[in-house]
């Protein structure tokens, strides 16, 4: 097992989010990482960040009870991986299918769920992972939450930078070029969105949790470029 995990404000009322996830070469990674981050802003957040380990596959099947043990006491958990060949990766369905026993007892029922995946083609048929990840939550009896960023870079004036840029509201999508490293993962705009996701969720498990105040935002498609905008121009002029 592998669990990273920093506390927050330990006087607001606490809450488990954990976040467990397979990456092959990185990029799975570096999302799961940006998502924790933006959790963490969330006052009383205590984040976990798991990463599904290959080698605790063994003759198709994976177990970590230490990992298992943690998901159950978690308040949300978000679910990631790759999409390979238009699917889950085959360590982390080895994952899903290890929860079973939580399955038998509804062990993460009514817990909060997101999902989130990383692919090197443009569309790559991310939205079957996520399909696959939201009834995965759903057969587990949690409440999913999506991403409720409107869409960027569907517009002439659009970029690749933008937040939410390839327009996905069931879970969280990136890309990254197969032949980049993890240093060039996603792009701004994505690992932006991850982080604005990861928030999303910590503060949903907080008032789901411990009935704490929550005022929604949201924002017109007009503040939403603006926002893009904004976020570009700070990047180059930090760069």
Known sequence: MTVNEVEREQDAPEVTVTVVFHSVHGHTRVLAEHLADGARLVPGARVHLVGIRAEDVVA???HDPEVLALLD????????CPTLMGSVSAVFKAFMEAAFTPFLTQAWKDKLAGG???S???SGDKLMVLEQLAVFGAQMGMQWIGVGDMPGNNWSGGHRDDV???GSWLGLMSQSHADLGSERAGSPGDLITAARYGERIARLAQRWVNGLPYDTPRMTEHEARALSASLRDAAFQGA
């Open 116 to 118: 989130f995946t990383m």
């Open 73 to 80: 006491r978690s308040d949300a958990i978000v679910f990631g």
């Open 164 to 166: 939410n840029r390839l």
């Open 60 to 62: 198709g099947r994976w």
């Open 120 to 122: 090197a083609s443009q």
